[in-house]
């Protein structure tokens, strides 16, 4: 099971990322060893925002549209239990500058036992977590 994150949704939807090209490469990998997909509704809202910054809104939307039909990614939400976790890690990572987004990720990925995120982000590392 791996985890998504924001960078490698906008990686693979932004051609003009540093990281498409790898980012193509291993949603390609993760397709054929038929891998489970497993992303938040945090991560989710991150990453349209950001689409939709960084292209076009109607962009954005189609994707979210495509995301949230498919049957191939999971989307998990966090309880409330798990923000107040999240919040501990925001503190603990606070002189790391870690997104309350990651946060979340991490809690979720402890919760759910997933050692591996798709993310290009060094404290998915940071906080223990393998890295595709």
């Given amino acids: 099971m791996v985890f998504i994150d924001t960078g490698a949704f906008i990686a693979k939807?932004?051609?003009?990322?540093?990281?498409h090209l790898r980012s193509i490469e291993m949603w390609e990998i993760l397709e054929k060893k038929k891998?489970?997909?497993v992303t938040s509704n945090f991560v989710l809202d991150e990453t349209f925002t950001l689409?939709?910054?960084?292209?076009?809104?109607a962009f954005s939307a189609q994707i979210a549209h495509a995301v949230y039909s498919s049957?191939?990614?999971k989307i998990i939400r966090?309880?409330?239990?798990?923000?107040?976790s999240a919040l501990l890690l925001f503190e603990k990572f606070s002189d790391q500058k870690v997104?309350?987004?990651?946060?979340?990720?991490?809690?979720?990925?402890?919760?759910?036992?997933?050692k591996t995120a798709f993310s290009f982000d060094k404290h998915f590392s940071l906080a223990g977590f393998s890295l595709v």
């Fill in 71 to 73: 049957e191939i990614i």
């Fill in 13 to 19: 939807f932004i051609r003009s990322d540093r990281f």
């Fill in 35 to 37: 891998e489970k997909i």
């Fill in 99 to 114: 997104s309350f987004t990651d946060c979340i990720s991490f809690q979720l990925m402890k919760e759910y036992r997933i």
């Fill in 51 to 57: 689409l939709a910054r960084q292209s076009s809104y």
């Fill in 78 to 84: 966090p309880s409330h239990d798990t923000e107040l």
